[in-house]
């Protein structure tokens, strides 16, 4: 399995921008399909966005299109979500994930290595 840390949360005003990153170990990140979860307390955690291994294909949730963006350097092993516009709904612990099945997968059952969160606060 691929280990991943996250970076980059913390608190910003309505309306902000943040850049989170995740770098991950090992020799075969550009294998990895990679994605951004999100969790609020009492709730599922939910797909923000993800890329493909190439970085040619991207799915970003409803809630987010237009406002995030989701990229990669296989040659740095990171992966980034770039959130601009941000709002106080977007406030969750976020999660960087990676997966190794066939396809692209987008919900939480296709990924398989996770990384220990990093806290996202919006104030209003």
């Known amino acids: 399995q691929v280990q991943l840390v996250e970076s980059g949360g913390g608190l910003v005003q309505a309306g902000g921008s943040l850049r989170l990153s995740c770098a991950a170990s090992?020799?075969?990140?550009?294998?990895?399909?990679m994605g951004w979860f999100r969790q609020v307390p009492g709730k599922e955690r939910e797909s923000v966005a993800a890329?493909?291994?190439?970085?040619?294909?991207?799915y970003y949730a409803d809630s987010v299109k237009g406002r995030f963006t989701i990229s990669r350097d296989n040659a740095k092993k990171t992966v980034y979500l770039q959130m601009n516009s941000l709002k106080p709904e977007d406030t969750a612990v976020y999660y960087c994930?990676?997966?190794?099945?066939?396809?692209?997968?987008?919900?939480?059952?296709?990924?398989?290595?996770w990384g220990q969160g990093t806290q996202v606060t919006v104030s209003s």
């Open positions: 890329i493909s291994r190439s970085g040619s294909r991207t």
């Open positions: 090992g020799r075969t990140f550009s294998s990895y399909v």
């Open positions: 994930a990676a997966s190794d099945r066939v396809g692209f997968a987008t919900t939480r059952p296709g990924y398989d290595s």
